[in-house]
């Protein structure tokens, strides 16, 4: 039997070790959130605490356009800045259709338990 909905490819979520639910933004939401002549971006769904992004000031509704001086378009472009970067990364969103600047500690390769603080057993809140 079908699935009564289907996921487009533009709309896939990523959650990755930066701890950020992100989303790719179609033409539509670009001119929403206020993200200038549709170039893209990728929208940041909502925000795991305790994660490098929550650290970063990354907010859910924020549109993130660039990481360093690579532009951001899709999901795509955000797993290749997630891959090669380890240590601080200058991310460039759009919030409240201004850009702001952020610094963001990325994970880097194989360093998902970085997202664990040793100070806090797991499972406890």
Do not use: Y
């Amino acid at each position: 039997s079908m699935p009564d909905f289907e996921v487009p490819f533009t709309n896939t979520l990523h959650l990755g070790p930066t701890g950020a639910v992100l989303e790719n933004l179609t033409p539509q939401l670009c001119e929403f959130f206020g993200v200038k002549n549709g170039r893209g971006g990728v929208l940041v769904r909502s925000v795991e605490s305790g994660s490098p992004a929550a650290a970063a000031g990354l907010k859910a509704g924020d549109v993130v356009v660039r990481v360093e001086k690579n532009a951001v378009a899709d999901i795509r472009d955000w797993l290749r800045a997630e891959r090669g970067r380890a240590g601080p990364t200058a991310l460039t969103v759009v919030r409240n259709k201004r850009e702001v600047n952020l610094s963001i500690s990325m994970p880097g390769r194989n360093r998902r338990s970085s997202l664990l603080p040793s100070s806090r057993p797991l499972g406890a809140n």
